[in-house]
């Protein structure tokens, strides 16, 4: 088990943090400058606290009371950086190497990852997507006892990014190794954390499911963070193979949304952005969309753009982003019935990892059903 | 990003490295078979076989002594005469700060020079013997565009320009006696331009920089029809010229040195002498010009085998340069990089200064620390029999130590552009510090510590100013291409000057483009890895 209790100042920033976690995948989530990645790197030794401390296993890595201060190659903490730390005069294989380890482990590590044949090409010659899990196998290569990443999708293209996410969850339930995984992407966070600790000005504001904390946020920075989409959690209520649509009851309000791995009667979270939902002034006929409910403008922000608030009758609450120019033709204040129009594909899902649905091997499947529920 | 491009990169990669291998095997090849060679002479001074004397001689004897001295070893099979020729008062003051010691033979253009060595003890004053005279001649650019027609002409506003002697050196004190006597002194006093010996002087007025010079009338001879000639002074409006010869009194070679002063006074000597311009002291002197026929001239056989030593030379010092700036520039550059201590970048400047500072005053510096003269090179000649100046060895010192900033400036950038996550990310993988500087800093930083090397290996053959102060001119000991260009100026050898000039400009170039490939090639890499 990691405990981390630590306080660094770095001019006007101060940092004071202090949480335990023992297994599955910790997301240190927040916006840029909450020190999440700060946090990442003291505990990996890449820097120092002005004081607290660290223990793993009740092995102290950092104690500013008895001066203890484990070297980074001592920590046995593995080390994921944001942009692919392959060393570019190296071969994949060579990098491999470099890390130590049995030639066995390298071989099982590259089929499993799927990357058997770039493991003699150099780094400038991968993708990001592929140069990331080369960096993942050289650190397991070590044995970590935990695994630091810090945004390490930020190299990675859209489309491998979602295949990479899976299979880093998939390796998290292998392995077992404790994962701390830092972000600022909510689906990120939603697709493989067990758990969420919310950060902002260098401080633990929420911490708990993913769940909790982007439902119902404590914080306005993190409302706006994951403001940035409409989380719905429905159950399950039929599925249209040949139209790819599965339709939900998502707080009694029926959407219809790209078809989905969950069976039915079971529960299902997706999001969609306030930029794809439209409001009408009344009821639309002729639309493609084939969502269309009704509801109650509760309040409107004012921001570089207006975000307006909207309670379904039916009780769920989504935000919509307008233009100003909308909004005064409209007319849309608080009060107001609007209906709401939204097209299946403008939603995601949020959790495709946690599926159980088909073969019992999730690295080695390609997923394709998530290929189908992507937004075209 | 595609296979092709990383093969093509690689494949040019292979060719830098390959080329920087070749470069530094021919160089320690020749290093190796020329250095055995010098090592053996230095070490056995006395033994008859294959002497090398040193004879430093005014620059207005060039032409003479050089005659003379291939004369003498024909006759003296086994002593081969190394000439050293520079204005008077400068040899004066290289045998002082040196302790009398380097050179064999001294001959000057005036008494007061070897009175000074005489009193200082270098030289002792039963061997001294007059061997010389001459006289100063008034010479113009061929076409005399100020039209002078005689010494009084020289009071005329057209003369804009007098090319001189500096005022220390014996062809500048009777040129500016002349001067004083026919009372142009004042008129003329802002038009001088002063040069560092007679042959300088000659050359401006030969290439038509100037409107007039005064010289020797031996050096107008040589060169004829180069110039013209006005006037040859009268011998009262200046003190004699005589020209003093003598054996240094610590020369390692007394037996070959006295030799060589005989032979200079000989019959043989006399007749090169004569038809060279020079009359023995105590005959008539001579009042108009004598002919041209100077005797053998060079050929373009001596003059490619002259360039070749030069060549040779250069590479032997930059070599040898190269071989402790380079580990040593990279050692620093990497500590600069690398530890972040109080007074970094103090020492990074004042490391930095020999790059900075004239290269005359680094010479001058390397001269007070190192010349036979200081603490330093004293222990060096008594326990090691070292000797720095005036040696190749001091050349290679000189340009090493020019050079070594630039190697360090150009490590400690390398490292510092090596991507630092690299190095932490090989602390996460549990490699230690010493660890990832050997296989992941030192291998990334190698291209810009090629380019270094390359830089500070031209920048050592280039040098001049303070190669030139601590270890003279002295023809195929330490007459380097740079210093051999100048020679070959001075005395008006276009020929052996052009060919010279050609090859450190092809080399030039040649660095600045393998130095430019390098860093685009460290750049490409690096950016494809950063995608």
């Known amino acids: 088990m990691l405990q981390v209790a630590i306080q660094k100042q770095v001019g006007a920033f101060k940092l ?33 606290p002005t004081s607290g401390h660290i223990t793993f296993d009740g092995e102290a890595l950092y104690d500013r009371s008895k001066r203890i201060n484990m070297r980074v190659q001592q920590r046995r903490l593995g080390f994921i950086f944001q942009q692919p730390s392959l060393f570019p005069h190296m071969t994949a294989r060579e990098n491999i190497a470099y890390a130590g380890g049995k030639t066995s482990d390298a071989e099982r590590w590259i089929e499993l990852f799927g990357v058997q044949h770039i493991v003699d ?82 401080r633990i504001v929420q911490d708990g499911l993913p769940i909790e904390v982007f439902h119902t946020p404590t914080s306005a920075a993190i409302a706006s963070l994951s403001g940035t989409e409409n989380i719905i959690t429905g159950r399950v209520l039929s599925h249209n193979a040949e139209d790819h649509t599965t339709t939900i009851d998502a707080q009694g309000a029926t959407l219809h949304v790209p078809l989905c791995h969950e069976k039915i009667g079971k529960s299902t979270t997706l999001a969609v952005r306030p930029e794809d939902i439209l409001l009408a002034t009344g009821e639309v006929s002729g639309t493609s969309a084939r969502n269309q409910v009704a509801g109650r403008v509760v309040k409107v922000r004012y921001d570089t753009f207006p975000t307006v608030l909207v309670a379904l009758d039916t009780g769920l609450s989504l935000r919509a982003k307008l233009t100003h120019q909308s909004v005064k033709f409209l007319k849309i204040e608080p009060g107001r019935r609007v209906y709401l129009l939204m097209k299946t594909w403008a939603f995601h899902p949020l959790d495709a990892g946690r599926s159980h649905h088909h073969t019992p091997d999730p690295l080695k499947d390609t997923p394709t059903n998530d290929n189908a529920m992507r937004r075209p | 990003m595609t296979r092709t ?25 020749i290093l190796i078979t020329t250095l055995t060679g010098s090592a053996n002479d230095a070490r056995a001074p006395t033994a008859e076989k294959h002497i090398k004397i040193t004879v430093s001689a005014a620059a207005s004897l060039n032409d003479v002594f050089t005659e003379i001295g291939r004369r003498f070893e024909e006759t003296h099979p086994g002593v081969v005469v190394q000439f050293n020729f520079l204005g008077s008062n400068h040899l004066q003051r290289q045998i002082e700060g040196n302790d009398g010691v380097g050179v064999d033979v001294f001959a000057c253009a005036a008494e007061a020079p070897m009175d000074a060595l005489v009193a200082g003890g270098f030289v002792r004053p039963e061997d001294r013997r007059l061997f010389a005279g001459n006289r100063i001649a008034l010479v113009v650019p061929v076409g005399n565009p100020a039209r002078i027609t005689s010494f009084a002409d020289l009071a005329d506003p057209r003369v804009q320009t007098l090319a001189i002697s500096g005022e220390r050196v014996p062809a500048g004190i009777y040129a500016r006696q002349v ?5 142009l002194t004042q008129t003329l006093s802002n038009k001088l331009v002063n040069t560092a010996h007679v042959r300088q002087a000659l050359a401006y007025v030969i290439q038509g920089e100037v409107s007039a010079g005064l010289v020797y009338a031996t050096d107008a001879a040589q060169v004829a029809d180069a110039l013209q000639l006005v006037e040859i002074a009268d011998t009262i ?50 009042s108009k010009l004598p002919s041209i026929n100077t005797g053998e001239k ?49 020492l990074d400047s004042v490391l930095t200064l020999p790059m900075v500072l004239p290269p005359t005053v680094t010479g001058y510096y390397l001269m007070i620390m190192l010349g036979s003269r200081s603490w330093v090179g004293r222990t060096l000649e008594d326990i090691l029999g070292i000797h720095v100046s ?81 270890a003279g001119m002295i023809e195929g000991r330490t007459m380097t291409m740079p210093s051999a260009i100048f020679n070959a100026f001075t005395n008006h050898d276009d020929a052996t000057a052009q060919i010279l000039v050609l090859v450190l400009t092809i080399f030039s170039i040649g660095v600045i483009y393998l130095t430019n490939r390098l860093n685009s090639r460290t750049m490409d890499r690096q950016d494809e890895a950063e995608l």
């Open chain 2, 237 to 286: 409006w200046h003190d004699p010229i005589r020209y003093p010869i003598a054996m240094l009194d610590r020369s390692p070679h007394p037996d070959a040195a006295w030799k060589f002063v005989d032979f200079v006074m000989s019959n043989i000597a006399t007749e090169i002498l004569e038809r060279h311009g020079f009359r023995r002291p105590g005959r008539a002197t001579l």
């Open chain 2, 390 to 470: 005036l040696s190749l060895l001091g050349a290679g010192i000189a340009s090493g130590v020019i050079a070594f900033p630039l190697m360090m400036k150009s490590a400690r950038t390398a490292f510092e552009s090596v991507n630092h996550e690299l190095e932490l990310a090989s602390y996460t993988l549990g490699k230690g510090r010493i660890t990832t500087l050997l296989r992941i800093t030192l291998p990334l930083a190698k291209n810009g510590l090629v380019g270094g090397a390359i830089l500070s290996f031209a920048r050592a053959i280039g040098e001049f100013g303070a190669t030139f102060m601590l």
């Open chain 1, 121 to 202: 090409q150099h780094p400038n010659q991968m993708s990001g997507g592929e140069q990331q899990r080369i960096t993942i196998i050289r650190a397991l290569m070590r044995q970590p006892r935990c695994l630091l990443m810090d945004e390490p999708m930020s190299a990675v293209d859209a489309g491998t990014r979602h295949l990479l996410l899976h299979e880093l969850h998939a390796l998290q339930r292998e392995t077992k190794i404790p994962m701390i995984y830092v972000t600022h992407n909510v689906s990120e966070a939603y697709r493989i954390g067990d758990r969420v600790i919310v950060m902002e000005g260098g």
């Open chain 2, 298 to 346: 060079l050929d373009n056989s001596d003059r490619l085998h002259k360039a070749w030593i030069a060549l040779k030379l250069s590479l032997l010092a930059a070599t040898g340069a190269l071989m402790v700036v380079f580990p040593l520039g990279t050692l620093v550059g990497a500590i600069l990089a690398k530890c972040n201590f109080r007074g970094r970048e103090l």
């Open chain 2, 5 to 29: 491009r990383q093969n093509v990169t690689a494949d040019k990669g292979h060719e830098i490295q390959r080329f920087a291998k070749v470069l530094k095997l021919t160089t320690c090849m």
């Open chain 2, 179 to 183: 001067l004083e006597k026919l009372n």
């Open chain 1, 16 to 48: 004071d943090v202090a949480f335990q976690h023992e297994g599955g995948t910790l997301i240190l989530f927040g916006p840029s400058g909450s020190g999440k990645t700060t946090t990442l790197r003291n505990i990996a030794g890449l820097d120092r």
